[in-house]
C-alpha cells in the first residue's frame, strides 16, 4: 500500500516564477492537508481539502497561494510569483475521514522549495 | 490560539538509557494528541491519543495522555541510535488541522 506521493521531492524557482506542488494521498483516504516548515520552526497548517472542497484555509497566506484537490488526480497547492520567504518544506498528509480512529494523518516526503 | 510546547527541545543520550519527552498544549475543540517521528523526510505516526490515562505502547516506545494537565510524553527505553531524530507533537483541533510543537531533537551516541 503506497504511502502519501509528494512530488516533486526538490524544487528550485527564481524570485516571480509559479511553482505548482503535487500530493497524492494515501489509498483510500480522501482528506488532505498542506503543512509548510520553515527553518527552524515547527510545522504549521495551511489548508484541508476534501475532493472538490476546500474545507479550511485559515492558514493559507491571502495572496500568491492556492490550492485545490480535484474530482480526478492530485492535490496541488500552487504559489505564483514566488519570493525567497516561501522557501521551505511543503509537507502534505492525508486522512481517511474524520470519524473516531480514522482521523490519524500520514505525511509524505515533502516538496523543498528553493527560491533563488 | 492552539499552542503546543515540547521540551526539552534538544537532548543527548547514550545507547541503553530511557529518555522522556515532554509536550502541553493549549487547545479548543480537542480531538487527539499525536506523536510522530521525523528523520530526513516525513514525520512518521507513533501514536495518537485521545483518552486520559491509557498508555499506548509500541516496542521500546510507550505515550499518555493527561487530558486534566493538557500534557502528554512519549518514554522511549533502551535507545538505540535509530532512535536519534527530531519527535514531533501535535494536537488536533477543530476540522482535524494539527497544531505542532517544535520537535525535540534526540540525539543517541553509541
Known amino acids: 500500500n503506497a504511502g502519501v506521493m509528494q512530488n516533486p521531492r526538490h524544487l528550485v524557482r527564481r524570485r516571480g516564477q509559479e511553482a505548482r506542488l503535487r500530493c497524492s494521498p494515501m489509498k483510500g483516504h480522501s482528506h488532505v492537508y498542506w503543512y509548510r516548515q520553515l527553518p527552524e520552526e515547527g510545522l504549521k497548517f495551511m489548508v484541508y481539502l476534501q475532493k472538490e472542497n476546500i474545507i479550511d484555509e485559515s492558514g493559507m497566506p491571502k495572496e500568491r497561494f492556492s490550492a485545490e484537490f480535484p474530482k480526478e488526480g492530485p492535490s496541488i497547492l500552487r504559489i505564483q510569483q514566488v519570493v525567497r520567504g516561501d522557501s521551505a518544506a511543503y509537507f502534505c498528509a492525508s486522512s481517511r475521514s474524520q470519524g473516531a480512529g480514522q482521523e490519524t494523518q500520514y505525511f509524505g516526503p515533502g516538496t523543498r522549495l528553493l527560491v533563488l | 490560539e492552539d499552542k503546543v510546547v515540547q521540551s526539552p527541545l534538544s537532548l543527548v543520550v547514550h545507547e541503553g538509557d530511557t529518555v522522556t519527552l515532554n509536550c502541553s498544549y493549549e487547545?479548543?475543540?480537542?480531538?487527539?494528541l499525536l506523536w510522530y517521528k521525523q528523520e530526513k523526510k516525513a514525520p512518521t505516526f507513533l501514536f495518537m491519543l485521545t483518552s486520559s490515562g491509557i498508555e499506548k505502547k509500541s516496542g521500546r516506545l510507550s505515550s499518555i495522555l493527561d487530558k486534566k494537565e493538557l500534557f502528554s510524553i512519549l518514554n522511549i527505553t533502551a535507545t538505540q541510535t535509530g532512535d536519534s531524530a527530531i519527535y514531533l507533537c501535535?494536537?488536533?483541533?477543530?476540522?482535524?488541522?494539527?497544531?505542532f510543537g517544535k520537535g525535540i531533537t534526540l540525539s543517541v551516541r553509541p
Open positions: 487547545v479548543t475543540n480537542f480531538r487527539s
Open positions: 501535535a494536537v488536533a483541533g477543530a476540522n482535524s488541522k494539527l497544531t
